[in-house]
């Protein structure tokens, strides 16, 4: 198990889990590079530190990841002094990181951060909020990395004008979760939770990638203001959304508790799925060749893990 637990980042690259970086206590005195792996089958359930090669990043912690076309990127992150919105590569079939962008200061490029989330569509990446210790960035400004031409655009998305009466567009914020999906209209981004340094939200915010709309999700808002969570959905579009720190009067508390929202409509079997765990939520005690015997769908079957 690391000892650099805090502010690392997870995503899943097929039936992989793939955590990067992180610091330990006192923050900052102690940050990671690794990149450590964990097959999620239940034959091979082992954490493994990747042996790699090339430019290696350096240790950070609140940085955001992604995998895609066989390489593992690693984009901003902070040592607890400086912040950066520099980009590595980590080949996976070579095991060979490289640097792919590294700031040098240019007013062309967007400000270091950390605790910001990440966006992809296609070869362009999309850096959502994220701030330093003393601020926030703005929603209404979000950098876009290509990685074919490896140059910084800012985009200024549209605010959500159907929201007369109350906020219209989604304020600065950093410690917030983001997740996407694909749609008929094309990828939309789901923004929830955070905060700027003084309040913490509640709100959760729609982007629309193809034109850059944003829409507040007015009937649908956390129980709780919410920062440092974690977010991840499905293929299917259902969030889930676990642990962070939500105001408690005049302290705060951490929590660890597990949400869940559909974020769009999910298919007929899905409904009838979740209508079978809630009347009977002892299915994990069922051995599986039972559920297919009485007719239950094997790639249903196949998410229950039995007690």
Known sequence: MPEELASNAMCMNGRYLMIYGGTGAPFGNKCSNDVITWRTSECDAKLQVLNVTGTRPPGQYGQSILCHNGAFYTVGGTNGYAYNCDIYRLDLRTMSWEPVFVGT???????????????????KLYIIGGGTGDWAFELMEIPMFDL??????IITPKADDSTKD?????????????????????????????????????DIWRLNIPDMQWHLMQKTILPHPLYFHSSTVTSYGCMYMFGGIEPNDNETRRNNILYKVWLCIPKLSEICWEAMLNFHPTMDQV???????????RHFVERVHIQ
């Open 148 to 153: 074919e031409t490896k140059t910084w655009t």
């Open 287 to 297: 051995e599986k060749s039972t559920l297919i015997n009485i007719g239950i769908p």
């Open 105 to 123: 200061g240019q007013e062309d490029e967007p400000i270091g951060r950390y605790r910001h989330e990440v966006a992809r569509v296609g070869n």
């Open 166 to 202: 109350i906020v219209q567009q989604p304020l600065a914020r950093k410690c917030h979760s983001a997740v996407q999906i694909e749609t008929p209209n094309g990828v939309q981004v789901f923004v929830a939770g955070g905060t700027d340094g003084q309040g913490v939200f509640d």
